[in-house]
């Protein structure tokens, strides 16, 4: 039993500062993002510990990506799995820009004017689908002549940074550093649609995912310890557990979400529930964290660079 202790706000203090009493102020969702910090801050200290980010894609049409980026640029994760959404919007706004909005805009005449709405972000229609495509093509095209006929998605990932020259893509900074990006779930996108059109022209080009697999086996088998945060549900949660069920789970696991549980959904499952399946060790530090991670991460991130 650990006494309820008020939390002290004083001038200069760090974020972290601030972040290490939640864990013991009794509630309600502080005490379990004081706990992520503790279990992030371990886990990235653990030198032996192979580390996976994984996130859905909606919040890389928000700022964000630019923390996501600088996440990838200071090498805290070694592998990412994440959505062909994050393709698509890494490459939009790399290219140019989506707009601040609101949830209670009046989608028939955004429609109507040529936009798109992501919550509270505005996407000009033709800064997304028309200039996704015309990216696409021509990186395709020039692969092709340098006669590559096949590639997995982390591969694909990989020359999409080289191509992008934006210091806030996340792409590019890990094709600059060496991290692999896989996306399980590439064809749910315009990227994924891109590739297909093209397989259209020249029939003899393919998508391989077993390539995917077989990287990820690598790094899975190889690893010592793994740990994971994972931002929002569905594929990108999934494909990370999935394949750490293979060393009998995660070590380290932190999950922000606003799904519920109730449901019975994979992106509702607290990280608790995945011990069953052994994607999360039963002696593992883990927590799952309910709120918006467009809150929560930039929060966590902040704190951690106090302290490395």
Not at 44 to 52: A, G, K, M, N, S
Not at 73 to 99: E, M, P, Q, S, W
Request: hydrophobic share 40%; aromatic share 10%.
């Amino acid at each position: 039993m650990r006494p309820v202790r008020d939390i002290e706000i004083r001038p200069g203090m760090k974020i972290s500062e601030l972040l290490d009493q939640f864990e013991d102020s009794g509630g309600f969702a502080a005490k379990y993002l004081g706990s992520a910090f503790r279990i992030l801050e371990t886990m990235v200290r653990d030198q032996e510990c192979t580390r996976f980010l994984s996130f859905v894609a909606a919040p890389i049409s928000t700022g964000l990506r630019g923390i996501i980026a600088e996440i990838i640029k200071r090498g805290i994760f070694h592998v990412i799995i994440t959505t062909c959404g994050t393709l698509d919007h890494d490459i939009a706004r790399a290219l140019g820009n989506y707009y601040v909005g609101d949830f209670g805009m009046d989608d028939a005449k955004l429609r109507e004017e040529g936009y798109h709405r992501i919550g509270s972000v505005i996407v000009p229609l033709d800064a997304y689908g028309p200039t996704i495509e015309k990216f696409m093509q021509e990186l395709l095209e020039e692969v092709y002549e340098e006669g590559i006929r096949e590639l997995g998605s982390h591969e694909i990932c990989k020359l999409i940074g080289e191509k992008l020259k934006d210091e806030h893509s996340i792409l590019y900074w890990a094709a600059k550093k060496g991290v692999k990006i896989f996306v399980p779930g590439i064809m749910d996108g315009a990227v994924g649609t891109q590739l297909w059109i093209f397989q259209q022209k020249k029939r003899d080009f393919r998508l391989n995912l077993f390539k995917d697999a077989s990287e990820l086996a690598d790094i899975v088998f190889e690893a010592k310890r793994t740990g994971a945060l994972m931002i929002g549900g569905g594929i990108s949660k999934h494909h990370t557990l999935w394949w750490n069920q293979f060393k009998e789970g995660l070590d380290y696991a932190i999950y922000v979400t606003t799904a519920c549980e109730y449901d019975g959904s994979l992106s509702g499952a607290p990280v608790r529930e995945a011990i069953s399946w052994s994607k999360v060790k039963p002696d593992a530090m883990k927590v799952t964290v309910y709120g918006d991670a467009t809150i929560i991460v930039p929060l966590l991130f902040a704190a951690l660079l106090d302290r490395i």
